[in-house]
């Protein structure tokens, strides 16, 4: 497994930066390479994405969410992959996002981008655009406020 981490601060309070994240049909105004996000259920995802000229499906379980703190998934299948979105408050209108990913390059051409540093330099470029579209806006999209458990070991 390979890893990721980045962060980025938004000039916005961390309800709205947490709110926007939990859109996730959203997520291709801001992600390169993802082309629709369904949301299925509170906690079922659909991701069709395209990288390198490589298009793959996949669905992901949102394993555990916390209102203004933390969404954390994996994948169900197909592409192997885990991660945790957490949202720190700075001060009243300031918010770091922080991402941490672990996913497993599939064939050599992902391998060698991952050797490369491709997924970090995507993940810090996913970041700035969500920046961007976050604080052009001023105000999130839509919000969910539900929280899903962590589930027992």
Do not use: C
């Not at 709205?16 to 859109?23: K, L, R, S």
């Not at 933390?70 to 770091?96: K, P």
């Not at 981008?113 to 969500?130: I, Q, S, W, Y």
């Amino acid at each position: 497994m390979s890893g990721v981490m980045e962060h980025v601060d938004v000039a916005v309070p961390v309800r709205t930066a947490y709110d926007q994240w939990t859109q996730f049909e959203e997520f291709p105004h801001f992600m390169e390479g993802v082309q629709e996000v369904r949301q299925l259920s509170d906690t079922m995802t659909h991701w069709t994405v395209e990288i390198a000229g490589v298009k793959r499906e996949f669905d992901a379980e949102i394993t555990e969410q916390l209102p203004d703190e933390r969404v954390a998934w994996r994948s169900t299948g197909g592409t192997q992959q885990a991660g945790v979105v957490t949202f720190h408050r700075l001060d009243e209108g300031n918010t770091r996002v922080t991402l941490q990913m672990e996913f497993e390059p599939q064939g050599a051409v992902e391998k060698a981008g991952d050797k490369l540093g491709v997924v970090d330099r995507r993940a810090k470029g996913d970041l700035a655009r969500f920046k961007q579209f976050i604080e052009r806006r001023g105000q999130e999209t839509g919000a969910w406020r539900g929280k899903v458990d962590r589930p027992t070991p």
